[in-house]
Each structure stands twice: as C-alpha cells, then as structure tokens.
C-alpha cells in the first residue's frame, strides 16, 4: 500500500497535471477553507503561516539555486527548509476550518509529498554539487533541525538580494493579501 502511494507521488503525469493546474487549485483551495472557515480561528492560523512564512523568506534569502550549495541561513540546520515553511504557511491556513481530521490528513499526504519530492531533488542536487552535498547531507538532517548546528555563526544569514532574486517578496506579499482577503471575508460576510 505504502508503495502504491509513492509511485502516486512520483507520477510524472499526474505531477504535470497538478503543475499546469497549480493556480486553479490553489484559489479553489483558499474558496473552500473560506467557506468553512472558523472566524475565531484567524489570528492562530495566520501566526501559523507567518511563522512558515518567516522560514521561507529566510530559506529565499540564503538560497542560489543549483549553482552553490546552500550552507547558510536556515540551511546551516536542516537541508528542507523551504518545505518546512511551506508545510507551517499550509498547516495555518487548514486551521481556519477547525477540523482535526482535515490537519491529520494534510500531515499525511505533506509528509508524502515532502518525502518524495525530497529524494528527487537531492538525486539532482547530488549529481550538480558532487561531495560536497554528499558531505552536507551527513552533516545536516534532511527534515528536522540538526541542534548541534545551532551554533554555527552562517545561522543568522539573510541577503535581501537573494530574497527578490528568489521572489519571495511575492510570495511574501501572496500570503498578506490571502490571509487579508479571509479576514475581510470573515469580518464582512460570516459574521453577518
């Protein structure tokens, strides 16, 4: 079974096919959690993605992608740390609705997705940096923060430069204006 769900994730079709529709599922997604969303639920959902928020920016800030490694920033600690963000940017999002169910079954198919398009990304990652990644990804946990790195002085790296370069000022500015747009919906339409 579990076999069965990786060889879904690693579909090339079906990913092509989520990719061409990427931006129709993402506002049918943001219409349905404001449907069901719990007003009382806004302010913790939106500390939840600004702290996934906060985690991308960092990783946008510290990141030139596929021409050095990235041994700065949030990436002195865990190798993922754009899907880290994402994963809490989401999980706030799904909070808006208050269904425990809903959160469990994010966490289980975020976990897939995260899995699986990890392990490709590092296959290409190892084949354009060499030993050096190799030798990164012994040092440093592919998901959860590596403690004993805390320390490293490159932990407090942020070059704004990068962060445009990488967009994350837009997507920085996407999730104000979502999270103003549900505010504005909860205030104006639920509450009435």
């Given at each position: 079974m579990i076999g069965v769900i990786h060889r879904l994730f690693n579909n090339l079709a079906i990913r092509k096919t989520l990719l061409r529709l990427r931006?129709?599922?993402v506002l049918a997604f943001i219409a349905i959690v404001a449907y069901f969303m719990k007003p009382q639920w806004w302010l913790a959902a939106f500390l939840v993605s600004m702290f996934g928020e906060l985690i991308q920016l960092w990783a946008f800030a510290s990141l030139i992608k596929n021409k050095e490694l990235a041994v700065r920033g949030p990436y002195v600690v865990t190798r993922n740390p754009m899907y880290l963000g994402r994963f809490f940017l989401i999980f706030g999002?799904?909070?808006?609705?208050?269904?425990?169910?809903?959160?469990?079954?994010y966490c289980i198919l975020y976990y897939f997705y995260m899995v699986n398009r990890v392990e490709r990304e590092e296959q290409h990652l190892r084949q354009v940096l060499g030993q050096r990644?190799?030798?990164?990804?012994?040092e440093v946990n592919?998901?959860?923060?590596?403690?004993?790195?805390l320390g490293n002085k490159d932990i407090g790296f942020f070059d704004w430069k990068r962060l445009i370069r990488n967009n994350g000022h837009w997507n920085l500015l996407l999730t104000l204006i979502v999270y103003a747009a549900l505010f504005a919906y909860a205030r104006y339409v639920v509450a009435h």
């Amino acid at each position: 079974m579990i076999g069965v769900i990786h060889r879904l994730f690693n579909n090339l079709a079906i990913r092509k096919t989520l990719l061409r529709l990427r931006y129709g599922l993402v506002l049918a997604f943001i219409a349905i959690v404001a449907y069901f969303m719990k007003p009382q639920w806004w302010l913790a959902a939106f500390l939840v993605s600004m702290f996934g928020e906060l985690i991308q920016l960092w990783a946008f800030a510290s990141l030139i992608k596929n021409k050095e490694l990235a041994v700065r920033g949030p990436y002195v600690v865990t190798r993922n740390p754009m899907y880290l963000g994402r994963f809490f940017l989401i999980f706030g999002l799904l909070l808006l609705p208050a269904n425990v169910y809903l959160l469990i079954a994010y966490c289980i198919l975020y976990y897939f997705y995260m899995v699986n398009r990890v392990e490709r990304e590092e296959q290409h990652l190892r084949q354009v940096l060499g030993q050096r990644y190799a030798e990164y990804c012994l040092e440093v946990n592919r998901f959860w923060p590596t403690l004993r790195r805390l320390g490293n002085k490159d932990i407090g790296f942020f070059d704004w430069k990068r962060l445009i370069r990488n967009n994350g000022h837009w997507n920085l500015l996407l999730t104000l204006i979502v999270y103003a747009a549900l505010f504005a919906y909860a205030r104006y339409v639920v509450a009435h």
